[in-house]
């Protein structure tokens, strides 16, 4: 299986859990998906008084050039070690 096949893989099953993550979880799947998907952030920080776009946005603005392939394998490691 492909790193590409494995990380999809790891997406669907995400939409499986037995017991939602907590924040710290979800905001660190989120900027690695992002990462993974779309590469460094580019659009301006939102607006502070909107939290969670913030927090959001930083999380993944913490990756910036890490390379996808890295954070597909960390988000595929992070989601297995869910289960």
């Given at each position: 299986?492909?790193?590409?096949e494995?990380f999809?893989e790891?997406?669907?099953?995400t939409?499986e859990l037995?017991q939602?993550?907590?924040?710290?979880?979800?905001?660190?799947?989120?900027?690695l998906?992002?990462?993974?998907?779309v590469?460094?952030v580019?659009?301006?920080?939102?607006?502070?008084m909107?939290?969670k776009a913030?927090?959001k946005?930083?999380?993944w603005?913490?990756l910036?050039g890490?390379?996808?392939?890295t954070c597909?394998?960390e988000?595929?490691?992070l989601v297995?070690s869910?289960?």
């Open positions: 299986m492909t790193l590409q494995e999809q790891a997406v669907n099953h939409k037995n939602r993550p907590s924040n710290d979880v979800l905001l660190k799947l989120y900027a998906y992002k990462q993974s998907t590469g460094d580019q659009d301006d920080l939102p607006d502070v909107d939290f913030t927090a946005y930083r999380a603005e913490s910036k890490k390379p996808q392939n597909q394998r988000y595929i490691d297995n869910l289960e």
